[in-house]
């Protein structure tokens, strides 16, 4: 039990640190960054659009690498309520959308730690070990736990669609990593995502968004 509850701690931890911009100024720039990363990281050609605004929501159309050949269509009104549209480049019909509606009941995953008052955040800073980290990045973004994978027109069994994730900049980072081609760079980003996210828990202090986004060496 305590071991999960370590783990629950973290998982929080990750998301609060990494995938929570705070303002509309901040979430854009997030995302800009993001799309600027994805040249490099996936090796295309050009950089994706810039977001802008649709309606309330932030929007871009992602185009992947020609080995992946999947587009998606991301549009954000609030952290608790995005879709993102999938579609196949070469086909151009709708594979599908996930899609996240905040006004519909979620489980209160801070209450739920809040009534173990004998076990706390620095409880479970103090607990950490690396493969407790190693779990909760593979849980959120290299192997999601719930996830579909695409049978066509696209039949690549690495590629993990995560479902249940809830939070639109993680939903897009996974995504960073799941379409990627290269799949020594998957890995290194795992390793290097590790490293990171223990640095910045460590310290409660929110991840550089330069920082998360860069490719690794």
């Not at 192997?143 to 996830?147: F, K, N, S």
């Not at 996974?174 to 990593?177: S, W």
């Given at each position: 039990m305590e071991n999960k509850i370590v783990r629950a701690y973290l998982m929080q931890e990750v998301i609060r640190l990494g995938f929570l911009p705070v303002n509309p100024k901040e979430q854009k720039n997030w995302l800009l960054q993001y799309g600027r990363s994805l040249k490099d990281f996936w090796e295309i050609d050009d950089y994706p659009p810039a977001p802008?605004?649709?309606g309330k929501s932030l929007t871009a159309i992602i185009n992947s690498s020609e080995h992946?050949?999947?587009a998606y269509e991301y549009a954000i009104e609030r952290v608790d309520k995005f879709t993102v549209n999938f579609m196949h480049l070469l086909n151009d019909w709708l594979i599908w959308t996930h899609d996240m509606d905040g006004g519909?009941?979620?489980f209160p995953y801070q209450s739920f730690l809040s009534s173990h008052?004998?076990?706390d955040l620095n409880w479970a800073i103090q607990k950490m070990e690396r493969e407790d980290l190693e779990s909760i990045v593979d849980t959120l973004l290299v192997?999601?736990?719930?996830?579909q994978h695409i049978k066509s027109p696209i039949d690549n069994h690495e590629?993990?669609?995560g479902g249940g994730i809830t939070n639109p900049f993680l939903y897009l980072f996974?995504?960073?990593?799941q379409l990627c081609p290269i799949s020594d760079r998957r890995e290194a980003e795992k390793a290097r995502l590790i490293d990171l996210?223990?640095?910045a828990i460590k310290n409660s202090a929110a991840v550089n968004v330069f920082e998360l986004m860069k490719v690794p060496s």
């Open positions: 802008g605004f649709r992946v050949q999947v519909y009941f979620c008052k004998e076990y192997h999601p736990t719930p996830h590629i993990r669609m996974h995504l960073r990593i996210f223990e640095v």
